[in-house]
């Protein structure tokens, strides 16, 4: 097993990085065991209760601490993250987008 370790820099998008990312490594299975960092805008969605089937979609625009952890799943980042708002509000739920501006974010992969 190793421990990859991806940098998301201002200017690109979380889930299209690790896309590409594992495509080009063909990691089609893994655990995400960390994401840190920043983004600026990004999209989530919880299930509603009464309908786990379907999603609840929120995209925030404005700049939010991340943290979280997920699995790759055939190819695919699957990722659960929680998301720090201004006034100490939290959010979390699963990520859909990601984008970096101003800061950064640190994704932490284990993979055969």
Same mark, same amino acid.
């Given at each position: 097993?190793?421990?990859?370790? &991806?940098k998301i820099?201002? *200017? %690109?998008? =979380?889930m299209?990085v690790?896309?590409k990312? &594992?495509?080009k490594r063909? =990691?089609?299975? *893994?655990?995400?065991?960390s $994401?840190?960092?920043?983004f600026d805008e990004c999209?989530?969605?919880c299930?509603? %209760?009464?309908?786990?089937? %379907?999603d609840?979609l929120t995209?925030?625009?404005?700049p ?6 997920g699995?790759i799943k055939? *190819?695919?980042p699957?990722?659960?993250?929680n /998301?720090g ?7 979390? *739920?699963? /990520?859909?987008?990601g984008k970096? %501006?101003s800061?950064y974010?640190t $994704? &932490?992969?284990?993979?055969?």
């Open positions: 097993m190793q421990l990859l370790k &991806f820099n201002p *200017g %690109k998008e =979380l299209e690790l896309t990312e &594992f495509e063909n =990691l089609q299975d *893994g655990a995400i065991v $994401v840190i960092g920043a999209c989530i969605s299930m509603p %209760k009464n309908d786990p089937m %379907k609840v995209e925030y625009y404005e939010v601490e991340v943290n979280g952890t699995e055939e *190819g695919k699957h990722i659960h993250i /998301l708002r201004e006034n100490n509000q939290t959010a979390s *739920g699963h /990520l859909h987008w970096v %501006k800061w974010a $994704v &932490f992969v284990v993979a055969e």
